[in-house]
Structures are given as structure tokens and as C-alpha cells.
């Protein structure tokens, strides 16, 4: 099968084209040629009116619910939204049920996810169960597949077995994936800590408990001497202490959400149960400041921290809510809406290049002779997000009914074009 991709501008650092518009030639999955202008014959032509090329697009927290809760979302259904939201690869996380804390589990995500357009990399579990008490079979689960390893949701509340586990995980260069919470502090906390809150009348969540876990975790991978990631980061001091590290030549990364760059707590005077999310939404300054932060390259990946939640525990008293919203379709658009002024190559960075590069995964560079797995994706459209449009089994997202800038026009992955109609 032939495809023709006609004025394109590729946005790929590893790519003797960056930069420049061309028109490329797919041929059964592998890029054929790329010229300033190709006049072959195609089975699908498609006209990208420069809209950008980069490497396909890597989501390196997502949770699919599979096995367990297949009713808030399954293997294809997440993927769909994946696929609709530019990924060509998504990291799921492992709390499912049973949870992913074996060979065996991370074997059944992968061999479900082979014949989906898109490829499912599963975290596998620091802790048996996710319950910070027992290291799990980390070395079984990196050989049957296993990307990286976290608890996911859950933080590793005990230093000495985050220690261990960082220790662990260095005899095959393995990665760790923290979410940075202290949960001994404000454990009963619904939002931010702060003046809304107080106005509110809703218990807060000190941003402590986020900083205090990462100056723990940092100090810790200065003793293993192993490679450690953050995801979802929301402060100021925390992306203080993490450049920090990186200044001090540690393997310490970390990654953002679409939502905690989008919102603050001050959406939340609406109580939207879409905007409960954990970690919280935090301040207006501390929003500006990850704003900031991935402008300035401190920031290393946007991770989508997709988390489906069915209709009863979305639509119920704040209190009662589950954490958690939809995220993959939007990331992009979200992205670009608020940060206009980061560069095709920085998205390109920000959605795939640092994450494989970061979780040792293989690259797709835009060259000829190299297997094509790349993300078309357009700067200028005004878009509203409606519930029509939502490829998740849940409809969790506050971005719905709100006008987003850019689009994903599609992708190629294993072989097969996904376009967005």
C-alpha cells in the first residue's frame, strides 16, 4: 500500500529534513521517498497544506482500566483515544485488577494491545498489589515487556523501598515513575491548600506534601545512583528542586499534565468534579510557573495522566468523587492553546522525542529507508471539544465545550493510517 503525504513540514531534530516542507512516499510501511515534490501514484493521497510531521507521539501515563473496570474504559477504547489524539504509543499503568505486579499480567496487556493500531507499553508495579509494602517481580515483568516501573496512582510512601527499588532497577537501566505525594499530609485534602479552599469550605492539600516527597526522592536517586521520574508535577519549588538535580547531572525527569498547565484552583469555585483531580489543581502562580517551566526546557515530557471515570462517580458531591479526568484527545490542543508560542520541534520533544529518549524506546525518525510511525498534526484550527467527539468509553473531561487551538490530523503506526474525520 502506497501513501502520499503532499507538503508537509517536518518537524523531527533527528531528521536531515527539519524543517523543511516535502512531500513523502509510504510504501507497506516504510518511508520510500521524500522529495521537494513527488508526482507518484498512491493509494491514498493526502494533502497536509504544511501541516507538521514528527516522530509519532509517546503518552507515558494513561490508565485503560483493563483488566477490572473494562466499564469505565477498555484496551480499545483507550487506544482509540489515543490514536485521536496523535499517540502512536501510550505507557498504561498498572492499577488494574489484578494488578500489573507479574510477567504474567504485563504479558496479557501487551499480547491484547497487538493487533490495536496503537502499541501498549504496560508500567509495571514497584510494590506487589501497589501497596508500598513488598517489591514486586521487577525484573520477570522488564523481560515479558514492562517500560518502566511505578505504582502508578499509588506514591511509595516508604523511603526504604523506594531505595531499594531504584537500586533494583539500575542493573538493566530500568526507569522509576513517581507521582510526587506525601499522602501523611493533608491525606483527607480534596483541592489546594490556599485561599480558595478556604473560601471553598473544602479540606486542602499542601503543596509540602508534593515538595517534600520530591527533595526525598531526588536525595534518593543521588544514593542509587538510578534513573527516576516525576509525573505530574504541580509547583513551583518542585520544578526548582528537579532542575536542581538535572544541574547536578542526576537522572531525574519529570512530566506535566495538560490540566494542571490549563486550570487552577480557581476553576474549581464551580466545584466541577472533572477539575478534582490528584494531584490537586494548584495555584495561579504555581500554574504560570509550569507554564514557564516547559517553555524554558525544564520540563522534559507532557503526560496525558488519562484516567476514565464512570458517569456515578463524576456526577455526585465534590467530596464523593472519584480523582481523575479524561485527557489523551485534548492534550495537544490543550497545550497549544495556552503555550501558542512553543515551536513544532518543542511539541515534537515534549509529546515523543524526550520520552524515548528518556525510557530507552526506539526512534521513527522521518528519513528514507526507516519504518514510518509518525503523528500529522496542524497549528491553526479553532476547535470546540464536545462530548460527540470523545473516543473514551468515560466523558470525565472538563475540556469539553471548550475552544481549543491546533488539531491532530492523524497518525501511521504499525503499518495503518488512523485519520481524524
Known sequence: MKILLKQVAVADQGSPHNGLVKDILITNGIIEKIEPQLNEEADETIECNNAFISQGWVDIFAQFCDPGSEHKETLETGTAAAAAGGYTQVFTLPNTNPVVHNKAQAEYIIQKAKGLHVTVHPLGAVTKQCEGKELAEMYDMYASGAVAFSDGTNAIQSAGLMV??????????????????????????????????????????????EELMVARD??????????????????????????????????????????????????????????????PLRSRTDMMALREAVKNGSVDCIASHHTPQDW?????????????????????????????????????????????????????????????EFTLFNQLPETVFTKEQVKSKSQNSAFINHTLTGKVIGIFSKGNLVLNK
Open 164 to 209: 531499594k527499588a531504584l537500586q533494583y532497577v539500575k542493573a538493566f537501566n530500568g526507569v522509576v515513575i513517581q507521582v510526587p505525594v506525601d499522602k501523611s499530609i493533608g491525606q483527607f485534602g480534596l483541592m489546594h491548600e490556599g485561599i480558595v479552599s478556604t473560601r471553598l469550605g473544602l479540606p486542602g492539600i499542601p503543596a509540602m506534601a
Open 218 to 279: 531526588i536525595k534518593l536517586a543521588r544514593y542509587a545512583g538510578s534513573k527516576l521520574h516525576f509525573t505530574g508535577v504541580t509547583t513551583a519549588k518542585s520544578i526548582e528542586y528537579i532542575k536542581r538535580a538535572k544541574d547536578a547531572g542526576l537522572h531525574v525527569t519529570c512530566s506535566v499534565t495538560p490540566y494542571h498547565l490549563f486550570f487552577c484552583d480557581e476553576d474549581l469555585k464551580d466545584y466541577d468534579t472533572n477539575l478534582k483531580v490528584n494531584p
Open 312 to 372: 456515578d462517580n463524576k456526577t455526585c458531591e465534590f467530596e464523593y468523587a472519584k480523582d481523575g479526568m479524561i485527557g489523551l484527545q485534548t492534550c495537544y490542543s490543550a497545550i497549544h492553546t495556552v503555550l501558542p508560542e512553543l515551536s513544532a520541534n518543542d511539541i515534537a520533544a515534549l509529546f515523543s522525542l524526550n520520552a524515548r529518549r528518556i525510557f530507552n524506546l526506539n526512534t521513527s525518525v522521518i528519513k528514507e529507508g526507516k519504518i514510518a
